[in-house]
Antibody, heavy 120, light 107 residues
Framework: QVYLVESGGGLVKPGGSLRLSCAAS????????MAWIRQAPGKGLEWLSS???????SYADSVKGRFTISRDNAKNSLFLQMHSLRAEDTGFYYC??????????????WGQGTLVTVSS | DIQMTQSPSSLSASVGDRVTITCRAR??????LNWYHQKPGRAPELLIY???SLRGGVPSRFRGSGSGTDFTLTISSLQPEDFGIYYC?????????FGQGTRVEIK
């Protein structure tokens, strides 16, 4: 059974920073590409960033230069360092497995999410 | 960015009804289309990937079809647990974008 547990969310002032973590278990983390996806309250889903097992990390334009994705395979953990936070960054942040099967990529497993609120 | 548009935005149907949700891409995405289901207060769950491949454990009443720019999610016989929001998502190119969602309510 795949488990993904996000933590690190909370209330932060505009311009502030926050670091999200995602603890993974139940699968071979070091062999899995991972992603962060967010959802503003009552809104739709927005892919933010993906980190492969090796190769190029990718970011959505909305967070490029402000957010940094990283992973620690020894600790089965995924991270999202967020700087220069804005009100529009408010939402639930989900980590997900970013799996490719027969050339087709999808977010196969999701954590329960952690809420980030950017407000003064 | 490839814009994904779903229709309808919401629907209400009875248990046992056949339900169809459509998803249109602004440009061709071949069959690089996924569907997710989200219940209130829960994380989304993958239902279908690569247009028509059911994820393991997903009931066979769910069917995906389409190619190019037009795609369909069909629930052959709506069940009470199928309420929630359905999202399509393209994996053809980065950034991978989602549709705005279709809310399904049970009458």
């Amino acid at each position: 059974q795949v488990y993904l547990v996000e933590s690190g969310g909370g209330l932060v002032k505009p311009g502030g920073s926050l670091r999200l973590s995602c603890a993974a278990s139940g699968f071979l983390f070091s062999d899995s590409s991972m992603a962060w996806i967010r959802q503003a309250p009552g809104k739709g889903l927005e892919w933010l960033s993906s980190i492969p097992t090796d190769g190029t990390i990718s970011y959505a334009d909305s967070v490029k230069g402000r957010f940094t994705i990283s992973r620690d395979n020894a600790k089965n953990s995924l991270f999202l360092q967020m700087h220069s936070l804005r009100a529009e960054d408010t939402g639930f942040y989900y980590c997900a497995t970013d799996i490719t099967v027969a050339g087709y990529t999808a977010f196969h497993n999701w954590g329960q999410g952690t809420l980030v609120t950017v407000s003064s | 960015d490839i814009q994904m548009t779903q229709s309808p935005s919401s629907l209400s149907a009875s248990v046992g009804d056949r339900v169809t949700i459509t998803c249109r891409a602004r440009q061709t995405i071949s069959t690089y289309l996924n569907w997710y289901h989200q219940k209130p207060g829960r994380a989304p769950e993958l239902l279908i990937y690569a247009t028509s491949s059911l994820r393991g454990g997903v009931p066979s009443r769910f069917r995906g079809s389409g190619s190019g720019t037009d795609f369909t999610l069909t629930i052959s016989s709506l069940q009470p647990e199928d309420f929630g929001i359905y999202y399509c998502q393209q994996s053809y190119s980065s950034p991978r974008t989602f549709g705005q969602g279709t809310r399904v309510e049970i009458k």
